[in-house]
């Protein structure tokens, strides 16, 4: 995934309107659900349009802002897949990068690898209330997470813990999918849940 998939992703979830409109909490909106400034609200009133330039300015700005913060916020639980990267942008582009200061129990369960206990836990906020299909969007793409975890074969480059990393030595070839110990030749995703298991115990 790319910030060109992300802004795809927004651009389908968010609608476009050239003009301004109050969104679900009463905010003046434009675009592809972007909030009017404060020193823009007298020269973009309700029902104003906005030029495409703005609108596009805007929007660019955002979404790479959105994509950093996505970025960032993966790294420091240790690397996410592909699909939570672009969810995470999502989030970032709709709450903001300090969403998790408001979610933090979803937060600090991704933090924790609890991926499916996350998606539990950011259903039951305002967020959900007021748009659910954006908070599905998010479940969709922790639940994937978690089932990547539990399953090596599902995996992608990014979705392999750091502290497993650390710990066992595994390393992923993104383009074959396989993992690999050290300097020894890549090995099938189906024995690494063994191994590991194995190393855990000592033998």
């Known amino acids: 995934m790319s910030l060109f998939d992300l802004r795809e992703n927004l651009k389908d979830r968010e609608g476009f309107r050239d003009e301004v409109y109050l969104d679900s909490l009463g905010n003046p909106t434009f675009g592809y659900g972007e909030l009017v400034k404060e020193d823009e609200l007298d020269m973009f009133p309700e029902g104003a349009k906005v030029p495409r ?8 700005s955002s979404s790479l802002s959105a994509w950093n913060s996505a970025v960032e916020q993966g790294d420091s639980i240790g690397g996410v897949s592909d699909e939570l990267l672009t969810a995470l942008g999502s989030v970032n582009y709709q709450l903001g990068p300090n969403w998790f200061s408001t979610h933090s129990r979803t937060w600090d369960l991704m933090r924790r690898g609890l991926f499916e206990e996350a998606a539990r836990e950011a259903e039951d906020s305002d967020w959900f209330k007021q748009t659910p299909d954006r908070v599905r969007d998010f479940q969709s793409a922790l639940r994937a997470e978690a089932a990547k975890r539990r399953d090596p074969s599902r995996r992608d480059a990014n979705s392999i813990p750091q502290s497993d990393v650390d710990r066992y030595g595994f390393l992923f070839d993104g383009g074959s999918g396989y993992a690999s ?3 020894i030749p890549p090995i099938d995703p189906s024995v690494v849940d063994s191994a590991m298991r194995l190393l855990d115990r000592g033998g």
């Open 53 to 60: 330039s703005i609108i596009d300015d805007r929007f660019n």
């Open 181 to 183: 110990l050290g300097n």
